[in-house]
Nanobody, 117 residues
Framework: QVQLVESGGGLVQPGGSLRLDCAAS????????MGWYRQAPGKQRELVARIFSIGSTNYVDSVKGRFVISRDSAKNTVSLQMNSLKPEDTAVYLC???????????WGQGTQVTVSA
């Protein structure tokens, strides 16, 4: 049974930092591309950052230079370091995995990030 379990969300002031972690189990981690999506109330879910099985990354323009995605194959985790947070970053952040060839995908339950003074 595949599980993606997020942690690290919370309330932070504008300009602050948070680190999100996603622990993956039940899958062969090295074969999966991993990503972080977010969904704010009344908005569509959007891809924030993605790290491919080979290690390359991409980011949505609004977070470039502020967020960094990384993966640890020894621990089967993917992390999102978020710096210089803005109120518009407020959303539920969801961990995502997709197999690099079959494209079978899995989602985590999500973790709330709130950026507010």
């Amino acid at each position: 049974q595949v599980q993606l379990v997020e942690s690290g969300g919370g309330l932070v002031q504008p300009g602050g930092s948070l680190r999100l972690d996603c622990a993956a189990s039940g899958l062969t981690f090295r074969l999966y591309n991993m990503g972080w999506y977010r969904q704010a109330p009344g908005k569509q879910r959007e891809l924030v950052a993605r790290i491919f099985s080979i290690g390359s990354t991409n980011y949505v323009d609004s977070v470039k230079g502020r967020f960094v995605i990384s993966r640890d194959s020894a621990k089967n985790t993917v992390s999102l370091q978020m710096n210089s947070l803005k109120p518009e970053d407020t959303a539920v952040y969801l961990c995502h995995a997709d197999h690099r060839t079959t494209m079978r995908e899995y989602w985590g339950q999500g973790t709330q990030v709130t950026v507010s003074a």
